[in-house]
């Protein structure tokens, strides 16, 4: 098992399924003639963030991770999404990022220590433990949370829709 396949794919695979999910809450709205920014503005919790910043999050700990393992500068996104198209550029914009990344230089930060910003220090661990202790967490954490969100606010989503389509998988 490489630090790649465990990070990288996994990324891709639920960023898309995220996309996907984001045209089935684009399509609920205009069924039901909701305006979509109470959908991207829904929290689940007061104190929780809303969905379009959910998303966010999840592509930037996607994209992060990604960079810092790589042994990289990850890139500035502004965060200034409100709509759901907005969001699955943003989505987008971390996929091609992703896909750019160097496998091998990827693959070298299992053993880096990678440095990173957490509220207002500076912290460091070793790049395998970064990925599988902190990135993945999180990332699960923001794709699950905006799932969460669409669903408890009507769209009509499941497992599959979150899941997606895994790589390799085809029928035996």
Request: glycine letters at 6%; proline letters at 6%.
């Amino acid at each position: 098992m490489s630090i790649h396949d465990a990070t990288v794919p996994v990324f891709e695979q639920l960023l898309t399924s995220l996309s996907a999910i984001i045209d089935k809450a684009k399509a609920h709205a205009e069924a039901r003639k909701i305006d979509p920014a109470a959908l991207t503005s829904a929290r689940l919790r007061p104190d929780m963030f809303h969905f379009a910043r959910q998303v966010q999050a999840a592509c930037d700990w996607a994209k992060n991770a990604g960079a810092r393992l790589a042994g990289i500068e990850p890139p500035k996104f502004e965060d200034n999404e409100t709509t759901f198209d907005e969001l699955k550029a943003r989505i987008a914009k971390t996929l091609d990022y992703l896909r750019s990344l160097n496998r091998q230089d990827v693959e070298a930060g299992a053993e880096r220590i990678v440095v990173f910003p957490m509220r207002n220090d500076k912290m460091k661990m070793k790049g395998s433990n970064y990925a599988f202790h902190l990135a993945l967490p999180n990332f699960y954490f923001h794709v699950t949370t905006a799932y969460g969100i669409l669903r408890h606010n009507g769209v009509e989503i499941g497992k599959r829709d979150f899941v997606g389509v895994p790589p390799g998988i085809s029928p035996a």
